[in-house]
């Protein structure tokens, strides 16, 4: 039985400050909740401040990206041991915004998630189309390159420490939201990918997350499709009330 994980993307948002108010309401309501693993993942500069408010909870914690190397003249980057000694959990990797604003590739998505694994971080691999590769009938297509791209080489347990998350582009911050059943579909596509590339059980095994203006309203329907493991939450994780109905309704 693959437990429901619900993860908090907070993106370009929240001072320290502000992310130490938000998770002292998520605390007050989600500290000992265990029926659902919770993630939250703030900016680099709130993790330091987070983890510690986290430590002692059931309360998970997430970061929104990483490189690959190790160490380096790498400008601005940060690597999996930083995360670690932050107590990290999770790291978000090749979200659309990476993709789209930065370049990344599945190739670069792939090297990412190869380090991670190999430095004991969850990788909550994203794959998602857009609107025009939607409407023009590339959806098989597009999913099936990004998932065997971003998830190539990796061992049977390498992609079951993993997490994806399918986020269609076109529902990112727009308010338009997959239906259930659209994106029940393409989860079920994902897990026939996994079982050509690895087996049936590893395809059954791993949780594959929705991410897409889910909201308190529709996280119910979304969460209760048989191959929906929980959500990947962008705004509705800035406020506290939002997310913490979220997270209940994938009990």
């Known amino acids: 039985m ?6 908090g993307n907070w993106k370009m948002n929240m001072t320290t400050a502000e992310a130490a108010a938000l998770v002292n309401a998520l605390k007050a309501d989600l500290a000992n909740f265990r029926e659902v693993e919770v993630v939250v993942c703030p900016p680099f500069t709130a993790l330091s401040t987070v983890s510690e408010l ?12 990483m490189h690959w190397e190790k160490n380096g003249a790498y400008t601005g980057e940060i690597c999996a041991g930083m995360l670690r000694e932050l107590y990290c959990h999770y790291v978000i990797l090749g979200h659309s915004e990476r993709r789209q604003y930065f370049g990344e590739t599945d190739a670069i998505v792939n090297r990412k998630t190869k380090a991670a694994l190999a430095s004991s971080l969850h990788p909550i691999v994203c794959v998602g189309e857009t609107l025009q590769e939607r409407e023009a009938g590339k959806v098989e297509e597009v999913i099936t390159t990004q998932v065997k791209g971003s998830l190539a080489g990796l061992s049977a347990k390498e992609v079951l420490d993993s997490v994806i998350a399918y986020e269609p582009v076109w529902a990112i911050g727009t308010g338009k939201t997959a239906t259930s059943q659209q994106a029940q579909d393409v989860h079920a596509l994902i897990r026939k990918v996994l079982a050509e590339m690895f087996d049936a059980t590893v395809a059954q095994g791993v949780r594959i997350q929705y991410g897409g203006s889910v909201k308190a309203a529709n996280a119910k329907e979304l969460f209760g499709m048989p191959d929906i493991d929980g959500g990947l939450i962008g705004g509705a994780a800035l406020d506290a009330k939002s997310f913490i109905d979220i997270v209940r309704a994938a009990v």
């Open 2 to 7: 693959r437990k429901k994980i619900v993860a």
């Open 54 to 65: 986290v430590q002692g909870t059931h309360i998970d914690l997430g970061a929104q990206n």
